[in-house]
């Protein structure tokens, strides 16, 4: 990642981690401080992208595993459950015909 990506990024982090609003110009003004060119399309992106978002919980939950299902997928998810359920059911049965080849007295490595 160039240097110019990071500074605005590190830009927006400085300005919620003061409790301030993230803006494209005060992402810019941080950056003309320290002396790094931006462009001012890529200020404006980033702030829009982090507009009305708390940047702070956002680092917070990075591994965390994404955020929580639509409230549509909440039936699926439900609907899956009980699919997982019977399936180790199944296995169960699969495993007791295997178990019925080894009364024969052959195997697969004999």
Known sequence: ?????????????ILADDGI????????????A???ELEPIWASLLAKALEG???KELLSNVGAGGGAPAA????????GGAAAEEAPKEEKKEE???ESDD???????D
């Open 53 to 55: 978002k708390n940047v």
């Open 21 to 32: 609003e993230i803006t494209a110009d005060k992402i810019t003004a941080l950056t003309d």
């Open 96 to 98: 007791e015909k295997e």
């Open 34 to 36: 320290a002396n790094v």
């Open 103 to 109: 009364d024969m007295g052959f195997g697969l490595f």
């Open 72 to 79: 549509g997928g909440a039936p699926a998810a439900a609907a």
């Open 1 to 13: 990642m160039a240097s110019t990506d990071l500074a605005a990024t590190y830009a927006a982090l």
